[in-house]
């Protein structure tokens, strides 16, 4: 059953449970390797909610490498309802309050679902450095995006803001599980599952 597709408008599994387990305790391992314990324990803040399972996965298997974190959580919105349509780009990332200790002064771990035209990641780490006073931002996301045809603007947002931790690589199609959605339904299988998108139009 865990591994095992039950919904006909998703067309394949891409990573299975295994898989995403294993890399998640190799990407502790990576944060740990750069992470001063001088500093504290690592305060972790997951933008919601796509990056809810990752961050507390993530944040179990830094326990299990000695490294200890504090939570805090960021709404942020970009793809409203849906998926995005096709041939979109430029659009506007809505950032709601943030529940946590404050982070002025500290040193953030932003994670979240998944990289694809970068436009919520760089904007949730400006508004910590620049908005509510983060000594530094580092970003970790399960899965980036492999873009097709990336406009120019991607491009280049893509190029100068990269992330410091990367999951998996996966092709760029709508990805559903662990946490990621179309319209809120699928966050919940163990698994990453590629969507049909004829499906949800
Ligand atoms: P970006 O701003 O284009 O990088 O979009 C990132 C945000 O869009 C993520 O935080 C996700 O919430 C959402 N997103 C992008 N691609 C997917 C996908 O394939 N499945 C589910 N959510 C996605
Ligand atoms: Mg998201």
């Known amino acids: 059953m865990a591994n095992v597709l039950t919904d006909s408008r998703l067309e394949s599994i891409w ?10 305790d190799a990407m502790a391992l990576e944060i740990k390797k750069d992470y001063d314990p001088s500093s504290g324990p690592i305060y972790m803040i997951g933008i919601l909610k796509g990056a809810c399972i990752f961050q507390t996965d993530l944040a179990r298997a830094l326990w299990r490498a000695g490294v200890a974190v504090r939570f805090g959580f960021i709404t942020a919105s970009t793809y409203q309802d849906g998926m995005k349509g096709e041939g ?3 659009r506007k990332v809505k950032i ?26 760089a904007a949730v780490t400006k508004y910590f450095l620049n908005e509510l ?7 970790g ?19 100068s803001f990269q ?30 599952a590629i969507a049909r998108e004829e499906c949800f139009r």
């Not at 996301?141 to 190029?159: A, D, G, I, M, T």
């Open 141 to 159: 996301v399960f899965l980036k995006k492999e873009l097709q045809n990336p406009s120019p603007e991607v491009l280049e947002l893509r190029k």
């Open 88 to 90: 979109e780009v430029e």
């Open 15 to 24: 990573l299975d449970e295994d898989e995403i387990r294993s890399r998640i």
């Open 96 to 121: 709601k309050s943030m529940t946590g200790s404050d982070p002025k002064g500290k040193n953030i771990l932003l994670v979240d679902d998944v990289l694809d035209q970068g436009f919520t990641l």
């Open 133 to 139: 006073g983060a000594n530094s931002v580092k970003t």
């Open 163 to 192: 992330a410091d931790y990367v999951g998996f690589t996966v092709p760029d199609r709508w990805v559903v599980g662990y946490g990621l959605d179309i319209a809120e339904e699928f966050r919940e299988l163990p698994y990453v």
